[in-house]
């Protein structure tokens, strides 16, 4: 929830704008911590620095004081100077009395912006003839504080120097409002009670309230500016003040004594009668401070004159309230006031100290003598669940029991009560019944309980493992094992187990290769790239040593290099016996080494193996001199760099051989003439084998076709035996 | 590189590299070609670098794995002694990898380590074909059916079962699986341009920290 800085209503994450006033809500908008000032984010309620709650409307931008809203009394002197604009947090809908609070006695302190006009501060809250219903309204604290203001012509506040707001109605005219004529005359009286006051002031010991005296009570009585007075005596005094909403202190103010009818208290006791202790401007040495002089108490000379004639009126000890009246709570001329003697139950007062519960004190129906329905009680209804929960009760099915009445104690002759003992050792029956309320306690399920915990662990019976599973799980790995094996192994000792076992299909990729190397010329160059981990060397070192038999068949220049730091290694283990052959050596920087190579042969960073790369080997300087290009490869990868970095760079026809499982992916080159042929696997060596008219019919080639035959059938049965097992398990549990 | 400044210098380096280096496929000049063999080589030799830093890598691995006693302590020294042997073979003879010992070492021990390795997976296919190529829709079952013709049509055997299954495991592979396979190889090609060209403008910068 996002708060806002302005009024605090609680919005919801991600809003742009407050959903009650519109103030906007940004990221740009900080939350000041008051325990420590750290900036917290708008949304917090609590700071993050040191846990305090944050006040949603204070902002870290605000460069003035916000006003007070809250229930406290201002708390600025009267000299203190007061901010010309109006604060960020004010809100319009600020109620009269909230105005009073705010504004100080003396204080040039600038209303809120609110529509309304200004209130009457000049003079204090008269009150009010409510009726009957008001009277209910007004609390007892401010008839109080009514009772003790003195009655003196000077008790009117100072309104606030106003500097309005351009566009906004002027607060020092107020609309007239229906003022009662009492409250006329109360403000009349007022200001000639003050003005006496001021004449007769006696000097005292303690330091008297002046005007430029801080005072916190909004109901302080200082002079008012005679321009003001109309003012004061007009401003309607539109609500009363609520009592939740007045400060402590106010309340805590002590009510001075109601001063005789007609005699006028003295304005300074007056003041003092209603003021806190006045807050000092300097604080002194403790020495001084402990010479100060306590505040005289209140007096009941000290209550004006207008509250001793009109309005509330404080009732003598004894004195009853006319007609009309409201009456004024004096705590101290009413003695207090004894409560009736109610009627204490018996059983409360059987709870008094020294007291004992006994039966016969609770009456006839607790002594067992008589039955609730006798003694006149409705027994209670209880709940259907509560019920299977009486201890004793029988259930049914159940044998029941006989319920006794409690012999001894607070529950004499109570029958059906929880049994102490049952609690600590409770009966198999009571612990049965407690495990499950639904299910139904009988004997037979009790004998078989009983049983079962008295028969050992060791007489256990182990779960049998489901037979399926246990296949499954150990047997099926085994199985496809040995099937795997002996399809390898059964050709060498049974050769020609396999029909048409030397019959490759034909291979239109392979074939083209072959014609490649055909067209080739004794001395011409071809380039062998042996770009394969050992780990396929097993599958690709057959058809490459195929190709490079019909290269050296053909006195052809072979030049070995290898984009794999193990491709010469691999290369080397060739029968190179009288074969033109130069191996160049590993090319590092993969399609980058590629790509120098198409430079010059020279240029390229191969480093040769078992000796210097020759300068002109065969002499061949750039791929261009070179007829063809053979690269034996197992990844996509390297086909690919071949393709984009020399085959288009340079014209030399490049082919392929490589591993069956890539086939697929660099058959595309092959079909978009990138690549001149292709041989993939053992197969395609056939296959190559075939279409350059030299078939191979050595024992070990046919052993291996064969082998790889059975391979292949034996894991296309497991896909199938797969299925068949999946569907006939899923058709048996559709059935079932 | 930390630093608004060090960025910018990287990309800015970054940028102008690779546009030299891509210009010279459009532009046919002899300067421009020199710059871009420079930079190539430079690119080369740190690869080459890398491989070297990738051996200290695993001498410090294995070697921090033994010092600490690890589980599995004793592989790691086992590596560090075949790796050091090897180093120290290759470095002892000028012949370098094609001298006989390592020449020896790679014939009969890395070659057939590697390929017992390799030859692995064909139990681990055969054993997971039993679960893999289950039919449950009738995608999967189209997918099955291409896979045996494919799988047979590569073997004597399956011509023995149907005559025909090499045309059409030719068939496949040369038209719908050639078809497919463009279109990923497309698809990558596209992307590896358009991530270059992120990179040539500045706006990826995966080198800059």
């Given at each position: 929830?996002?708060?806002?800085?302005?009024?605090?209503?609680?919005?919801?994450?991600?809003?742009?704008?407050?959903?009650?006033?519109?103030?906007?809500?940004?990221?740009?908008?900080?939350?000041?911590?008051?325990?420590?000032?750290?900036p917290?984010?708008?949304?917090?309620?609590?700071?993050?620095?040191?846990?305090?709650?944050?006040?949603?409307?204070?902002?870290?931008?605000?460069?003035?004081?916000?006003?007070?809203?809250?229930?406290?009394?201002?708390?600025?002197?009267?000299?203190?100077?007061?901010?010309?604009?109006?604060?960020?947090g004010?809100?319009?809908?600020?109620?009269?009395?909230?105005?009073?609070?705010?504004?100080?006695?003396?204080?040039?302190?600038?209303?809120?912006?609110?529509?309304?006009?200004?209130?009457?501060?000049?003079?204090?809250?008269?009150?009010?003839?409510?009726?009957?219903?008001?009277?209910?309204?007004?609390?007892?604290?401010?008839r109080?504080?009514?009772?003790?203001?003195?009655?003196?012509?000077?008790?009117?506040?100072?309104?606030?120097?106003?500097e309005?707001?351009?566009?906004?109605?002027?607060?020092?005219?107020?609309?007239?409002?229906?003022?009662?004529?009492?409250?006329r005359?109360?403000?009349?009286?007022?200001?000639?009670?003050?003005?006496?006051?001021?004449?007769?002031?006696?000097?005292?010991?303690?330091?008297p309230?002046?005007?430029?005296?801080?005072?916190?009570?909004?109901?302080?009585?200082?002079?008012?500016?005679?321009?003001?007075?109309?003012?004061?005596?007009?401003?309607?005094?539109?609500?009363?003040?609520?009592?939740?909403?007045?400060?402590?202190?106010?309340?805590?103010?002590?009510?001075?004594?109601?001063?005789?009818?007609?005699?006028?208290?003295?304005?300074?006791?007056?003041?003092?009668?209603?003021?806190?202790?006045?807050?000092?401007?300097?604080?002194?040495?403790?020495?001084?401070?402990?010479?100060?002089?306590?505040?005289?108490?209140?007096?009941?000379?000290?209550?004006?004159?207008?509250?001793?004639?009109?309005?509330?009126?404080?009732?003598?000890?004894?004195?009853?309230?006319a007609?009309?009246?409201?009456?004024?709570?004096?705590?101290?001329?009413?003695?207090?006031?004894?409560l009736?003697?109610?009627?204490?139950?018996?059983?409360?007062?059987?709870?008094?100290?020294?007291?004992?519960?006994?039966?016969?004190?609770?009456?006839?129906?607790?002594?067992?003598?008589?039955?609730?329905?006798?003694?006149?009680?409705?027994?209670?209804?209880?709940?259907?669940?509560?019920?299977?929960?009486?201890?004793?009760?029988?259930?049914?099915?159940?044998?029941?029991?006989?319920?006794?009445?409690?012999?001894?104690?607070?529950?004499?002759?109570?029958?059906?009560?929880?049994?102490?003992?049952?609690?600590?050792?409770?009966?198999?029956?009571?612990?049965?019944?407690?495990?499950?309320?639904?299910?139904?306690?009988?004997?037979?399920?009790?004998?078989?309980?009983?049983?079962?915990?008295?028969?050992?662990?060791?007489?256990?019976?182990?779960?049998?493992?489901?037979?399926?599973?246990?296949?499954?799980?150990?047997?099926?790995?085994?199985?496809?094992?040995?099937?795997?094996?002996?399809?390898?192994?059964?050709?060498?000792?049974?050769?020609?187990?396999?029909?048409?076992?030397?019959?490759?299909?034909?291979?239109?990729?392979?074939?083209?290769?072959?014609?490649?190397?055909?067209?080739?010329?004794?001395?011409?160059?071809?380039?062998?790239?042996?770009?394969?981990?050992?780990?396929?060397?097993?599958?690709?070192?057959?058809?490459?040593?195929?190709?490079?038999?019909?290269?050296?068949?053909k006195?052809?220049?072979i030049?070995?290099?290898?984009?794999t730091?193990?491709?010469?290694?691999?290369?080397?283990?060739?029968?190179?016996?009288?074969?033109?052959?130069?191996?160049?050596?590993?090319?590092?920087?993969?399609?980058?080494?590629?790509?120098?190579?198409?430079?010059?042969?020279?240029g390229?960073?191969?480093?040769?193996?078992?000796?210097?790369?020759?300068?002109?080997?065969?002499?061949?300087?750039?791929?261009?001199?070179?007829?063809?290009?053979?690269?034996?490869?197992?990844?996509?990868?390297?086909?690919?760099?071949?393709?984009?970095?020399?085959g288009?760079?340079?014209?030399?026809?490049?082919?392929?051989?490589?591993?069956?499982?890539?086939?697929?992916?660099?058959?595309?080159?092959?079909?978009?003439?990138?690549?001149?042929?292709?041989?993939?696997?053992?197969?395609?060596?056939?296959?190559?084998?075939?279409?350059?008219?030299?078939?191979?019919?050595?024992?070990?080639?046919?052993?291996?076709?064969?082998?790889?035959?059975?391979?292949?059938?034996?894991?296309?049965?497991?896909?199938?035996?797969?299925?068949?097992?999946?569907?006939?398990?899923?058709?048996?549990?559709?059935?079932? | 590189?930390k630093?608004?400044?060090?960025?910018?210098?990287?990309?800015?380096?970054?940028?102008?590299?690779?546009?030299?280096?891509?210009?010279?496929?459009?532009?046919?000049?002899?300067?421009?070609?020199?710059?871009?063999?420079?930079?190539?080589?430079?690119?080369?030799?740190?690869?080459?670098?890398?491989?070297i830093?990738?051996i200290?890598?695993?001498?410090?691995?294995?070697?921090?794995?033994?010092?600490?006693?690890?589980?599995?302590?004793?592989?790691?020294?086992?590596?560090?002694?075949?790796?050091?042997t090897?180093?120290?073979?290759?470095?002892?003879?000028?012949?370098?990898?094609?001298?006989?010992?390592?020449?020896?070492?790679?014939?009969?021990?890395?070659?057939?380590?590697?390929?017992?390795?390799?030859?692995?997976?064909?139990?681990?296919?055969?054993?997971?074909?039993?679960?893999?190529?289950?039919?449950?829709?009738?995608?999967?079952?189209?997918?099955?059916?291409?896979?045996?013709?494919?799988?047979?049509?590569?073997?004597?055997?399956?011509?023995?079962?149907?005559?025909r299954?090499?045309?059409?495991?030719?068939w496949?592979?040369?038209?719908?699986?050639?078809?497919?396979?463009?279109?990923?190889?497309?698809?990558?090609?596209?992307?590896?341009?358009?991530?270059?060209?992120?990179?040539?403008?500045?706006?990826?910068?995966?080198?800059?920290?």
């Open positions: 929830m996002i708060y806002c800085p302005n009024c605090g209503t609680a919005n919801k994450d991600g809003s742009g704008f407050c959903n009650q006033c519109g103030h906007k809500l940004g990221s740009g908008s900080k939350t000041v911590c008051p325990s420590c000032g750290a917290n984010p708008i949304e917090n309620v609590f700071c993050d620095s040191c846990g305090a709650k944050l006040a949603p409307l204070v902002t870290k931008g605000a460069e003035e004081k916000p006003g007070v809203k809250g229930l406290s009394l201002p708390t600025k002197p009267l000299d203190e100077e007061v901010p010309e604009e109006t604060p960020e004010a809100s319009e809908d600020v109620p009269d009395w909230l105005h009073r609070l705010r504004y100080v006695t003396g204080a040039d302190q600038e209303p809120l912006a609110t529509e309304k006009p200004a209130p009457e501060l000049d003079a204090p809250m008269p009150p009010q003839d409510l009726g009957g219903e008001g009277e209910a309204e007004i609390p007892d604290w401010l109080q504080l009514r009772a003790a203001a003195p009655p003196t012509e000077e008790a009117q506040v100072e309104p606030p120097a106003q309005q707001p351009e566009g906004e109605p002027s607060k020092e005219e107020p609309a007239e409002a229906e003022v009662p004529e009492w409250m005359q109360i403000g009349a009286e007022v200001q000639q009670a003050v003005a006496a006051a001021e004449a007769a002031e006696v000097k005292s010991d303690s330091e309230v002046t005007e430029e005296t801080p005072s916190i009570s909004p109901l302080a009585e200082t002079p008012a500016e005679p321009e003001e007075k109309a003012i004061a005596e007009e401003a309607p005094l539109q609500e009363p003040l609520p009592q939740e909403v007045l400060p402590v202190a106010v309340a805590a103010v002590a009510l001075p004594e109601e001063p005789p009818p007609g005699e006028t208290p003295a304005p300074a006791e007056a003041r003092e009668a209603i003021l806190p202790p006045a807050v000092p401007e300097e604080v002194g040495p403790p020495e001084e401070q402990e010479e100060a002089p306590p505040v005289p108490p209140a007096s009941e000379e000290a209550l004006a004159a207008w509250l001793q004639e009109e309005g509330p009126v404080i009732l003598e000890a004894g004195e009853e309230a007609e009309g009246e409201t009456i004024v709570f004096a705590p101290e001329e009413y003695p207090a006031v004894a009736p003697q109610a009627e204490i139950p018996a059983w409360l007062e059987s709870l008094a100290p020294g007291g004992g519960m006994r039966p016969d004190a609770l009456g006839p129906a607790f002594a067992g003598k008589l039955t609730p329905e006798e003694a006149g009680l409705e027994r209670a209804q209880i709940p259907a669940w509560l019920e299977l929960l009486r201890p004793g009760r029988a259930k049914e099915g159940e044998i029941p029991v006989e319920e006794t009445a409690e012999e001894s104690g607070i529950l004499e002759g109570v029958r059906g009560a929880l049994r102490l003992v049952e609690a600590i050792d409770p009966s198999p029956e009571t612990q049965a019944r407690a495990v499950s309320e639904s299910a139904a306690v009988t004997p037979e399920r009790a004998e078989l309980l009983t049983r079962l915990l008295g028969e050992s662990t060791s007489s256990l019976v182990k779960p049998k493992p489901i037979p399926t599973q246990a296949v499954r799980e150990r047997g099926l790995p085994w199985l496809t094992a040995l099937l795997l094996v002996a399809a390898v192994v059964l050709p060498f000792f049974l050769p020609g187990l396999v029909p048409g076992g030397n019959t490759v299909p034909a291979s239109t990729p392979a074939e083209a290769l072959a014609s490649s190397v055909q067209s080739l010329q004794p001395g011409d160059t071809v380039l062998v790239s042996f770009d394969y981990d050992p780990g396929v060397s097993t599958e690709l070192d057959w058809p490459a040593r195929i190709v490079l038999d019909d290269l050296k068949q006195g052809v220049n030049l070995l290099m290898g984009t730091p193990t491709g010469p290694g691999l290369a080397a283990r060739f029968d190179w016996t009288g074969a033109q052959m130069v191996n160049l050596g590993y090319l590092p920087g993969q399609e980058m080494g590629l790509q120098q190579l198409t430079a010059g042969i020279t390229a960073a191969l480093a040769g193996f078992g000796g210097a790369v020759p300068d002109a080997p065969f002499g061949v300087r750039s791929l261009s001199d070179v007829k063809l290009i053979l690269t034996v490869a197992s990844s996509q990868e390297t086909i690919r760099w071949w393709v984009e970095q020399v288009t760079q340079v014209q030399t026809p490049i082919a392929a051989i490589v591993s069956a499982a890539i086939e697929p992916a660099v058959r595309p080159y092959y079909a978009s003439d990138q690549l001149a042929g292709l041989v993939s696997g053992w197969v395609g060596g056939q296959a190559y084998q075939r279409g350059s008219g030299s078939s191979s019919t050595e024992n070990k080639d046919v052993i291996a076709l064969e082998a790889q035959s059975l391979a292949h059938l034996v894991i296309a049965g497991l896909i199938v035996l797969g299925n068949i097992a999946y569907w006939g398990k899923r058709l048996i549990g559709r059935q079932s | 590189m630093g608004k400044f060090g960025r910018s210098l990287v990309t800015a380096i970054t940028i102008s590299t690779g546009i030299l280096v891509l210009v010279n496929f459009f532009v046919r000049n002899d300067f421009l070609r020199q710059v871009q063999k420079t930079l190539l080589d430079w690119a080369i030799i740190l690869a080459a670098v890398a491989l830093l990738g200290f890598n695993i001498l410090a691995s294995h070697a921090r794995k033994i010092q600490n006693k690890k589980s599995g302590w004793p592989y790691s020294l086992f590596l560090l002694a075949a790796m050091g090897v180093i120290v073979l290759g470095l002892a003879d000028p012949r370098g990898p094609a001298s006989p010992s390592v020449s020896w070492i790679f014939e009969y021990v890395q070659v057939p380590l590697q390929a017992t390795i390799f030859a692995l997976l064909a139990f681990f296919v055969a054993s997971a074909a039993y679960r893999a190529f289950r039919v449950r829709s009738v995608d999967s079952f189209i997918m099955l059916i291409v896979g045996l013709i494919v799988l047979l049509g590569q073997v004597p055997i399956g011509q023995a079962i149907w005559g299954i090499a045309d059409a495991k030719d496949i592979l040369s038209y719908p699986s050639t078809g497919g396979a463009r279109g990923i190889i497309l698809g990558a090609a596209l992307g590896a341009v358009l991530v270059g060209l992120r990179v040539l403008l500045g706006i990826d910068r995966p080198h800059v920290e």
